[in-house]
C-alpha cells in the first residue's frame, strides 16, 4: 500500500472514530485498530492524536465547496471584504448553533493554549497556508486601488489580529449566559466586521461599499466550515 494511500485510510478511521467519541474519547490505539494497522505505523504518518486531529479539520475546511470558491476569486477588495464576513460569519454563529461540535473544538483550541499548544498551533499553521495567500494578496490589491493604506510590515498579522479578534468575540458568547454580551447589539457582525476591516487598513468609502453587498451563495462556506 502506497504511504498516501495508508494516509488516507488512517484519516478516514480517524474521522469515524472522532465523530463516534469526541477527541478527548478518541486514542491512537483505537485509531489505529479502526485502521487495522499498528499504533507504531499510525505515529509513522502522524506523530500525535493533536496533528491527526488537525490534519482532518484542516482537510474539511479544504474541501469546504464555498470556501474553495471563495479562495479561488481573483485578489481585490471585494474578495477581502468577502473574506472577512465569512470569518466572523462562521465563528459568530459558533455559539448560537445547535451542533455544539464546533463550540467543543473552540473549547479546545483554548484548551491548547493552556497546555503545551500543539493542537493550536498545527490548526493555524495549516489555516495560514490555506487563507493566508488570499487575504494577502487582496489586501495588496486593496492598497493598490486606494482603498486601503498600508498597515505594518506584516500583511499576514492583520490576517492572525482578524482571526483572533473575531474568535475571542465568539468565546465570550460560548457560555450559556454570555460573559460578554456586547449590549446586545442586534448588528453585531456588521459591526465586528467594520472594526476589523478599519483595522486592517479599509478606507471609509471602501467600507460602506462592499459591506453590505450580497454574497451570492455559492461562494459562502458552510456555517462550520470545520466540520468533521
Known amino acids: 500500500m502506497t504511504h498516501d494511500l495508508r494516509r488516507e485510510l488512517i484519516l478516514s478511521a480517524a474521522k ?13 490505539k483505537s485509531v489505529a485498530a479502526a485502521a487495522s494497522i499498528s499504533e507504531g505505523l499510525l505515529f509513522k504518518h502522524f506523530p500525535t492524536k493533536s496533528a491527526l486531529y488537525a490534519e482532518i479539520l484542516a482537510a474539511e475546511c479544504e474541501a469546504d465547496p464555498g470556501l ?42 483554548i484548551i491548547s493554549h493552556l497546555n503545551d499548544g500543539e493542537f493550536a498551533r498545527l490548526l493555524f ?19 493598490a486601488t486606494g482603498d486601503a ?14 482571526h483572533h479578534t473575531v474568535m475571542m468575540a465568539a468565546l465570550a458568547r460560548l457560555p450559556t449566559i454570555p460573559t460578554l454580551p456586547y449590549a446586545s447589539a442586534p448588528d453585531l457582525q456588521r459591526q465586528l466586521c467594520e472594526f476589523i476591516l478599519r483595522g486592517i487598513g479599509l478606507n471609509e468609502t471602501a467600507i460602506a461599499s462592499y459591506i453590505d453587498r450580497e454574497i451570492a451563495p455559492d461562494l ?4 462550520t466550515t470545520e466540520s468533521a
Open 125 to 143: 499553521e495549516k489555516v495560514g497556508a490555506l487563507i493566508g495567500p488570499a487575504f494577502a494578496a487582496s489586501l495588496e490589491q486593496a492598497i
Open 68 to 109: 474553495h470558491k471563495l479562495l479561488g476569486l481573483p485578489p481585490s477588495t471585494e474578495t477581502l471584504v468577502i473574506l472577512i464576513r465569512g470569518m466572523v460569519g462562521h465563528f459568530m454563529d459558533i455559539p448560537g448553533a445547535p451542533d455544539q461540535e464546533e463550540a467543543q473544538r473552540m473549547r479546545l483550541m
Open 220 to 223: 459562502m462556506p458552510m456555517t
Open 16 to 28: 469515524r472514530c472522532f465523530a463516534r467519541h469526541g477527541f478527548a474519547g478518541t486514542t491512537t
Open 149 to 162: 493604506i498600508r498597515v505594518g510590515k506584516q500583511p499576514l498579522n492583520l490576517f492572525w489580529f482578524a
